[in-house]
């Protein structure tokens, strides 16, 4: 209805344009500009919306050519980000007040806790990264074998100064930014972690659930501001029931022939355990079970299809994608109004701040890790077999026999 | 200074005492009763903490005998009082505005999601429990391969129910009690799953550290009763340097000498794996190296001693114990000062609630989990062996090979 009218109100007022656009040629504007110019709020809204998310797939697509570890810094700017965001509301009330000056250390100690946790989740990773270029190095191998301690001692560092530098008077904002900032920490760098874990098992797992949910954001926007007429939930009042039946009927449709075409590559397929590829990114690999095509016979009808079992997977996550992600899109909404924020930030024009933009991708990110942990469980061999070699003798003799009895009483040794 | 001030005025005035002894004789209180009214303040606090402190040890100790059962349902009932704790301060503000009963599933939810967080952390323990009746129950099967995913599900649950359930007028007070219900959710079940492994490993390990700050509550205390006159911190103005500098001698002294005690009895430092005892708690092993005495050579003294390394490993838990789990205590000190409570709650007379009691056990408990993992490493072989035998035969193969080759190499095979 709201389209209509405002498409209603350009045609009927056609001075009004005219107008427009000769006060623009008076500015010696071009005539793109003045196109611009010409459209409703709506239609603005809406190109500059699409030009954005275009750049971001663009962006997206070509840090997939990194690979593993452009994914992963990408995954570890947009948390910082969507860290700084968060931390960024619950100062804003107190630089009103005119009262951080007289905080000690009111930013850097929340900064120096985002850095400790960093510290703590990327730290052993990018260690790994050391080990092939120098696998005995001395100093690599201390800072492995202390790593937790290394992290829990940095982070007492950081809460004695935060109990130091209490402040009279102050206690209750220091103990709200403390925990405030902490919450930030904790949920978004846990969400990062489950996002890095399937880059590791492999990129396919990374990049379904993302395309899954964009796709997802997309056709619900495209439907919504198109058809869009039954609002849907009160906390969001620009989403319709159009939009997220829409969305979630082409979801699937997208996903399950997506998920088929992007499964022949093994450079998504393939698992990436510790190894480290030059640009552009390229693996190989016997693809597993759940990458290879299989035929499925429909008993009722008499005949069958080949699916690569990736494919129902990957179903799962387009139900889940278009039914329960966009609550993480309605609890960053509901968050938003209970601070009077319009975005979480501008960082992307037309979308907002990251939160803003991937809050549905977070959950999908979740629910991801989840899945794959209890459905498509992967045993990283070189890490176990790591761990079994540095046992003691007399474990690793134990372990071998009673592998052994087991192999022996399957006759497979 | 205020010590002597008050037991000087209690005698300076010796009427006022006789008049109070007269008025309770004719209310007909008995000889106990009079002289408990004729104390002054501060030395019926402590009386009653030093009751109360002993009716904790005494319940400590009994649970002791209830072995790892017992002492991870202390653990767990600890945890969800401190939770309790927490959040109803938070609750504590819109009650008072009458808010709440416009709030739906105001309480329930955050009970919901402690049942969730429970469930996810307790589930898994309690199922292996299962597995000593009935090792192949289908039902429990099914739990314990779906652990991760039915918490996820039913955490998603209480998230899609809070979202939905997101009232006009009190988005922020329904954002603010879920942060700060989750901030304390997270807190002490992770401190809970802290404690609960170091009783897993060694009854020793759990004991140990929770004794080394009772010993150093106490002497601090003592110390700081009798002899305290310097300030230690503006945050807690009870606490001196002299109870300070005092609590630690005592500990460490105490501590070096209660570590070898403990370390004589079976109970205390043979690992638990999955067996569940009947009481009392009995259980028998080979001590590990760090619970069997060793001679530790004085180079320059050109003498020696014998000495279980476990008392060296509690000599770094003592140090940390006065010198850095007190600031467990400030932070909840300056937390009370923020929110203006007196005490977290009156649980416990003449110490307050759970939180104000265990502070400072929370932020041992963290320090012994990291210590542990540091130094101490345990692997459960039974846990491995499980895990080896569950793996597809082809990767047992290559396991058992790859096992085999550095055995041999070793000459061991």
Chains 1, 2 share one sequence.
């Not at 452009?70 to 007040?97: C, D, M, N, R």
């Not at 919504?224 to 620009?238: D, E, V």
Request: with cysteine; charged share 15%.
């Amino acid at each position: 209805m709201e389209v209509r009218n405002r498409n209603l109100l350009a045609k009927a007022e056609p001075d009004t344009v005219v107008t427009n656009n000769v006060q623009s040629e008076k500015d010696g504007k071009s005539g793109i500009s003045r196109m611009w110019d010409s459209l409703a709020p709506k239609w603005k809204n809406w190109w500059v919306r699409a030009v954005f998310a275009f750049t971001m797939i663009a962006i997206f697509v070509l840090t997939i050519q990194l690979g593993p570890f452009g994914l992963s810094l990408l995954v570890f700017l947009v948390q910082l980000k969507a860290i700084q965001e968060i931390v960024s509301i619950s100062y804003q009330k107190y630089i009103q007040q005119n009262l951080p000056q007289n905080l000690p250390l009111f930013r850097s100690l929340n900064w120096y806790f985002v850095f400790v946790v960093s510290y703590y989740s990327y730290g052993l990773t990018i260690q790994h990264l050391f080990d092939e270029f120098d696998d005995r190095s001395h100093i690599n191998q201390l800072f492995k074998s202390y790593h937790l301690f290394i992290s829990f001692f940095l982070y007492m560092v950081g809460f004695i100064v935060f109990v130091l530098t209490l402040k009279k008077g102050f206690y209750k904002i220091q103990f709200k930014l403390y925990g405030w900032a902490h919450l930030a920490i904790m949920l978004f760098m846990t969400l990062g972690h489950f996002i890095l874990q399937s880059v590791v098992s492999s990129i396919y797992w990374f990049i379904l659930p993302i395309c899954t949910v964009i796709c997802n954001d997309i056709f619900a926007y495209i439907f919504g501001f198109f058809l869009g007429r039954t609002p849907l939930i009160s906390l969001s009042p620009k989403k319709t029931w159009e939009g997220f039946i829409g969305g979630m009927v082409v979801t699937i449709l997208f996903v399950f022939f997506f998920s088929a075409y992007l499964a022949q590559f093994p450079t998504m397929v393939c698992p990436i355990s510790s190894q480290v590829s030059a640009f552009p990114y390229t693996l190989n690999c016997t693809p597993s079970d759940v990458f290879t095509p299989t035929y499925y016979t429909l008993s009722q009808l008499d005949t069958g299809v080949y699916l690569y079992p990736c494919q129902l997977h990957a179903l799962v996550f387009a139900v889940f994608g278009s039914l329960i992600a966009p609550f993480g899109g309605f609890f960053a909404s509901g968050f938003k109004r209970a601070f009077k924020l319009k975005d979480f930030d501008d960082l992307i024009p037309g979308h907002g701040g990251v939160i803003d933009r991937f809050d549905c991708q977070f959950l999908m990110a979740s629910f991801v890790y989840v899945y794959m942990i209890t459905f498509l469980p992967q045993t990283d061999l070189e890490k176990l077999t790591r761990m079994l070699l540095d046992l003691p003798t007399e474990d690793q003799l134990l372990i071998h026999s009673r592998l052994s009895s087991n192999l022996n009483s399957l006759g497979l040794l």
